[in-house]
């Protein structure tokens, strides 16, 4: 599968068919996490998780029997490199035919925290299940979907610029194209993107409930994800350098890639 088409059939999957990894898929997992390196250099800590062992489990999530839980210092730019970084092993888990789902909230986080040995100096921000997709959906994975519209996404003229936030951009190449596909809590879809000759500069739109204060900001994660996807098709370089776009108060500036 083009690497496009595996970002474009992905989906949050809920519920499993109940069977374990096998033992060679989560080899290929575990060597994978080699290649999750992210342009802000910041380790992203990936921890296994028995179900059963550790008495996990989400209210949203049904037949699995492991879980992945994600670390990382916390430290400016944390949230965008755990995005990054997971969003890579999300695709490649999609291409073995391995269902995932970013959970940032429906999870007891106390206890995801304790079964990851999460230390005073990191962040678990994110969980998600591991296994193969059933070919039915659970009843909450269905009212789910539907409540979030899990499977739309805006459409480009709200999303992508040229120069300012006023032109919308003509021509969406499939890199942008990746960026409007990816996932983001509760399908938020924060990313805006201003295009300005070869540089692309990429803004996080804050959602109302936004409170500066929280320990982390979950959708600077859904910001990694589509500074992946981004990255993967058009093979350009992160910086961060504010080029001051006037934009609204509730828009942030978050990296701009060369492409
Ligand atoms: C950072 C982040 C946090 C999320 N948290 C949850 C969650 O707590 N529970 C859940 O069921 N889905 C969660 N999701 C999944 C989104 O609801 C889902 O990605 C979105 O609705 C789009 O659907 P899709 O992934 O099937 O394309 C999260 C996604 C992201 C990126």
Redesign the pocket.
């Known amino acids: 599968m083009e690497f496009l088409d595996i970002i474009k059939t992905?989906?949050?999957v809920?519920t499993f068919d109940g069977r374990q990894l096998s033992d060679n898929d989560k080899t290929k997992l575990t060597v994978f996490i080699e290649n999750t390196a992210n342009p802000y250099g910041i380790p992203v800590d990936f921890v296994f998780l028995d179900k059963k062992e550790h008495r996990l489990s989400?209210p949203?999530?049904s037949g699995e029997t492991e879980y992945v839980a994600l670390k990382v210092p916390k430290t400016p730019h944390c949230e965008e490199a755990l995005?990054f970084s997971f969003e890579k092993f999300v695709l490649y888990a999609w291409s073995l035919g391995i269902g995932t789902?970013?959970?940032?909230?429906?999870?007891n986080r106390k206890l995801f925290e304790k079964a990851a040995d999460t230390k005073e100096y990191e962040i678990m921000?994110?969980v998600s299940p591991l296994g193969y997709p059933s070919k039915t959906l659970s009843w909450i994975d269905k009212q789910?979907?539907k409540h979030?519209?899990?499977?739309d996404r805006l459409s480009a003229d709200v999303l992508f610029f040229e120069n300012d936030f006023s032109t919308p951009l003509k021509n969406i190449s499939d890199s942008l194209e990746a960026v409007r596909?990816?996932?983001?809590?509760?399908?938020n879809q924060p990313w805006r993107v201003v295009k300005d000759g070869s540089r692309y500069h990429f803004y996080e739109k804050h959602m109302k409930s936004y409170n500066p204060n929280s320990p982390w900001d979950?959708?600077k994660?859904?910001m990694g994800?589509a500074l992946y996807h981004f990255i993967a098709i058009s093979g350009g370089n992160l910086e961060i350098s504010d080029p001051c776009v006037k934009t609204d108060s509730d828009i942030e500036y978050i990296a701009t890639v060369n492409v």
């Open positions: 992905r989906k949050s809920r989400s949203v999530i995005g789902t970013w959970i940032g909230g429906t999870m921000p994110i789910l979907r979030v519209h899990g499977n596909f990816a996932p983001s809590a509760v399908n979950i959708q994660i859904d994800i």
